[in-house]
């Protein structure tokens, strides 16, 4: 069974910076698009940003736009979210997901706050 677990999260003051990771395994990472997603406190789920096999092609919410860069390592199975200038609004727990499978990971929590 395939298994995805993020880290990196942590509390982090409004302008910093974090480095989300995602390690995947037990499925052949390189062949599969990726994603990251976030979930505030009693908000639904929202897509942050998308990855192609590749890394080629990437794709962000507006919210993201700027600010977060997502990128992989085929060679390390691992995909990241470079969080740049963060909002009190980022708070949330941010997922990796697989959209072939449709499986998600733990989750890691990040908290912009002063």
């Known amino acids: 069974q395939m298994q995805l677990v993020e880290s990196g999260g942590g509390l982090v003051q409004p302008g910093g910076s974090l480095r989300l990771s995602c390690a995947a395994s037990k499925f052949t990472f390189s062949t599969y698009a990726m994603r990251w997603y976030r979930q505030a406190p009693g908000k639904e789920r929202e897509l942050v940003a998308s990855?192609?096999?590749?890394?080629?092609?990437?794709n962000y919410a507006d919210s993201a736009k700027g600010r977060f860069t997502i990128s992989r390592d085929n060679a390390r199975n691992t995909v990241y979210l470079q969080m740049n200038a963060l909002k009190p609004e980022d708070t949330a727990v941010y997922y990796c997901?697989?959209?072939?499978?449709?499986?998600w990971g733990q989750g890691t929590q990040v908290t912009v706050s002063s």
């Open positions: 990855i192609s096999t590749t890394g080629e092609t990437t």
């Open positions: 997901y697989v959209p072939t499978f449709g499986s």
